[in-house]
């Protein structure tokens, strides 16, 4: 039977880092690498078991690819301390890594907000892989590359993506920070026309295009903070270009 690795990253996930690990208690080895977490953490992961390794944050590819350096089994499965697998989706991947088609698969993750799951803002991410030369790139949203064939799994991941309003919004903004300062750093030029109509687009797209307006309040709500976290981005390389920060 081929085995498996699941790789958690994270930095005081206290709250959510045990039910992330018994979702996946399936696995033949969990790997926490954290970011030296001021919290229960690390005590939390150690006492489920998990072999735990910690790493000064610099970016989310860099972290990624340390744990991969430790995966021993045959196939990884990448997860955050925010997300579940269910027991459908456990069945499903079991079955996958046995008939090992594919060099790795896509997993489908509905937002959860307000409350319920959104299932017309779903994302369909790499996240199971065969441990053979895989690696991270890029700083925020960081590309898993696989030489090979990629499939899709059917069942959802079970993702509580935002904690509240404010937590999502300072999600926002924090990634909007991380996202100038590398499109600064590679000279990228903000214009006024860019900061107007980018918000406006991903808003169109994640409403109309991606049939938000079915999901509701909680979808309208999805699509405009993410329209201001589109916004934020260029209006902070803004301030950056012009060291106004």
Excluded at 60 to 79: G, P, R
Excluded at 128 to 133: A, H, I, S, T
Aim: glycine content about 4%; aromatic content about 14%.
């Amino acid at each position: 039977m081929n085995s498996l690795t699941v790789i958690i990253p994270t930095y005081n996930e206290a709250d959510y880092i045990e039910d992330a690990i018994k979702s996946v208690d399936f696995a033949n080895e969990i790997i926490v690498i954290d970011s030296y977490s001021s919290d229960e953490t690390k005590s939390i992961a150690l006492k489920s078991n998990c072999k735990v390794l910690e790493r000064k944050f610099d970016n989310f590819s860099n972290q990624k690819n340390e744990a991969i350096k430790h995966a021993t089994s045959k196939w990884i499965l990448f997860l955050d301390a925010d997300e579940r697998v269910s027991q459908k989706l456990k069945i499903e991947i079991l079955k996958t890594i046995k008939e090992d088609k594919h060099q790795g698969y896509k997993i489908q993750f509905p937002h959860f907000y307000m409350n319920r799951f959104l299932y017309h803002h779903t994302n369909k991410v790499l996240r199971l892989v065969k441990n053979e030369g895989v690696y991270f790139k890029g700083s925020v949203h960081e590309k898993l590359i696989v030489n090979g064939v990629i499939g899709e799994l059917k069942n959802f991941m079970i993702h509580y993506t935002y904690k509240g309003l404010f937590h999502y919004l300072a999600k926002k903004d924090s990634y909007a920070w991380f996202q100038a300062k590398n499109m600064l750093k590679k000279k990228k030029k903000p214009t006024y026309v860019v900061l107007l109509f980018k918000p406006f687009y991903r808003f169109f797209h994640s409403y109309i295009i991606k049939r938000g307006f079915l999901d509701g309040v909680p979808g309208l709500a999805v699509a405009a903070i993410n329209a201001y976290g589109v916004f934020s981005r260029y209006a902070k390389l803004i301030l950056l270009e012009k060291d106004l920060k």
